[in-house]
């Protein structure tokens, strides 16, 4: 089993920050790419940051310049700092992994998501 924990969402004004965590736990024996999607009401899900084990990252371009994603391999946890939030951010975020498992092979694992309500 594999388990996907996120955290940090809420409520904020428009200009303000949050910080995501998602945090993997379970039977891993490796962590490969790890990111963040988001889902707005009546939109499909969208990538909005990922971040490879080798380091390269690849934002969606309206976050570009206002979120960064970073991780702790050493905790299995990747993290998205927003600043600057604008209405427009509003959804709720989803993490995901691309896990490999003992026995199972790599997959793509997600978290529960957390939502996040930019007020203007």
Avoid: H
Avoid at 2 to 30: D, K, P
Avoid at 78 to 103: G, H
């Amino acid at each position: 089993q594999v388990q996907l924990v996120e955290s940090g969402g809420g409520l904020v004004q428009a200009g303000g920050s949050l910080r995501l965590s998602c945090a993997a736990s379970g039977s891993i024996f490796s962590v490969n790419a790890m990111g963040w999607y988001r889902q707005a009401p009546g939109k499909q899900r969208e990538l909005v940051a990922r971040l490879t084990s080798g380091g390269s990252t690849v934002y969606v371009d309206s976050v570009k310049g206002r979120f960064t994603i970073s991780r702790d391999n050493a905790k299995n946890t990747v993290y998205l700092q927003m600043n600057s939030l604008k209405p427009e951010d509003t959804a709720v975020y989803y993490c995901n992994a691309r896990i490999v498992r003992p026995i199972m092979g790599e997959g793509d694992y997600w978290g529960q998501g957390t939502q996040v309500t930019v007020s203007s």
